[in-house]
Antibody, heavy 122, light 107 residues
Framework: EVQLVESGGALAQPGGSLRLSCAAS????????MNWVRQAPGKGLEWVSG????????YYADFVKGRFTISRDNSKNTLYLQMNSLTDDDTATYYC???????????????WGQGTPVTVSS | DIQMTQSPSSLSASVGDRVTITCRAS??????VAWYQQKPGKAPKSLIY???TLEGGVPSRFSGSSSGTDFTLTINSLQAEDFATYYC?????????FGQGTKVEIK
């Protein structure tokens, strides 16, 4: 059974940094692209970033480009999101989501973690 | 970015009703549209991909279809466990984008 368990969400100050993690199990992690999708309180879903199975290619939404960095450690079956220069608008629950297609990033998310909340406030 | 305009934003229905939710894409896209179900406080769950293909384990009362730039999720004979918020998503053109959601409530 696929399991995705996020951690690292916390209260951060504007301008601060956080690092989110997503521990994966139940599938061959390095064969699949992975993504981060966020949801602000009471709002809809918003794709943030994606990474190929090898980690060789990364993709970002314009609103996080230059501030967030996605990475993965395939030896640890773990996905990361380094978030810098945080603003109030980054307040959201962050979900890691497994891409559906083998050896590609196509942005259909067939499995989701339970999410980790990030609050940016002074 | 592709805008996915979802309607209605909310609806009230009774158990046993047939429910239809529509997403209109802002430009022509292929069949790369997915539907997700989200219950309060929970992660989204994938229901349908490629417009009409059900994920494993999803009941057959759920179906998806399309006509031009309109994509539709239909729930036949709504069940108590179907009361939730539903999102469409296009993954044809980067970046992937979601509709704003439709909350299905109990009448």
């Amino acid at each position: 059974e696929v399991q995705l368990v996020e951690s690292g969400g916390a209260l951060a100050q504007p301008g601060g940094s956080l690092r989110l993690s997503c521990a994966a199990s139940g599938f061959t992690f390095n064969n699949y692209g992975m993504n981060w999708v966020r949801q602000a309180p009471g709002k809809g879903l918003e794709w943030v970033s994606g990474i190929t199975g090898s980690g060789g290619a990364t993709y970002y939404a314009d609103f996080v480009k230059g501030r967030f960095t996605i990475s993965r450690d395939n030896s640890k079956n773990t996905l990361y999101l380094q978030m810098n220069s945080l603003t109030d608008d980054d307040t959201a629950t962050y979900y890691c989501a497994k891409d559906w297609l083998l050896d590609a990033v196509i942005y259909y998310f067939d499995r989701w973690g339970q999410g980790t909340p990030v609050t940016v406030s002074s | 970015d592709i805008q996915m305009t979802q309607s209605p934003s909310s609806l009230s229905a009774s158990v046993g009703d047939r429910v239809t939710i529509t997403c209109r894409a802002s430009q022509v896209i292929n069949s790369w549209v997915a539907w997700y179900q989200q219950k309060p406080g929970k992660a989204p769950k994938s229901l349908i991909y490629s417009t009409s293909t059900l994920e494993g384990g999803v009941p057959s009362r759920f179906s998806g279809s399309s006509s031009g730039t309109d994509f539709t999720l239909t729930i036949n004979s709504l069940q108590a466990e179907d009361f939730a918020t539903y999102y469409c998503q296009q993954y044809n053109i980067f970046p992937p984008t979601f509709g704003q959601g439709t909350k299905v409530e109990i009448k």
